[in-house]
């Protein structure tokens, strides 16, 4: 069984969760209502950021503690969990695109378009409730698979 320090994943967990919920309610918005208002387009892009950078937070530490071949960068991380049966290869493609797009959101913010933004939210906030199943039948962890209610998405 993966070593993994509990606490950690708990509180890494909980982050995941609270960004996913901030996610869950802004995609409630239609899209001309979520492109015209800032204030929603800058929480979405900060929640996104949080909520990938917890996905890789996570395989950091599973990789750290366990000895896994260093990545080569974020997105790298996926594929090293991929390597090491925790995540399906297809699905671990997807989520190295995501670390691409924190990469965007953070360093390219002014190439970011809201419509993809929104998109995401519509699209693929049910890659992080996947991505915490994965983890958590890897680790043996079922507490870890809850912490995501399925009403998020």
Known sequence: ???F???KMVT???ELRKSVQRLSALSKSSEEE???DPDKIGSAKYHLIVAIEVCIDICTHL???N???VPEDYGDTFAVMSEVGALDS???EELMKMAKFRNRLVHLYWQVDDKQVYD???NRRSDFKRFLDSVALFLGWQNLASALPASDF
Do not use: N, V, W
């Open 1 to 3: 069984m993966p070593l």
């Open 5 to 7: 320090d509990q606490e």
């Open 12 to 14: 890494l967990t909980s």
């Open 34 to 36: 979520f492109k015209g």
């Open 63 to 65: 990789i750290s503690r």
């Open 67 to 69: 000895g896994f071949r």
């Open 90 to 92: 297809a699905f671990s």
């Open 120 to 122: 995401i939210l519509q």
